[in-house]
């Protein structure tokens, strides 16, 4: 099949059976494999008494809390009084005739009141239980 000389070596190679224990190899591998060094168990703990330094250096330095500190309110001086002002003349009023008493005469964001109906705020008679005069 093939003529290579190495796989002709390879395939002539029989292992001595009483040297090797796989046995005790996977158990020395196990072995090997769980160990730790004294080295990481000492850094991981530093660190957890690191931490819990810290965490009681920081509790213990609560101090109370300081009331705030008074200042005292600067002096108000009153002001001097102002003499009243004068009132303003009233414009003359238009005449009943004019346009412009016209447009004072009514409040331009009020509807006029219609004719013929009683306004809703003042009922013109109070309706009762007995009234038959009003309905009738």
Known sequence: MNNDPVIHRLARFTP????????????????????????????VAGLLLANAVTVAILFARRDPPRPPEATPAPAMTPAPALPPAPMPESPPSPEPNSIAAL??????????PSAGFVDPDRPATMLTVGSHDVTD
């Open 16 to 43: 001595d059976e009483s040297l090797i224990d796989p046995a005790a190899l996977l158990f020395r591998a196990g072995r090997a494999s769980a160990r730790t060094s004294w080295g990481w168990k000492l850094a």
């Open 103 to 112: 447009a004072h005469s009514f409040d331009p964001d009020r509807l006029p």
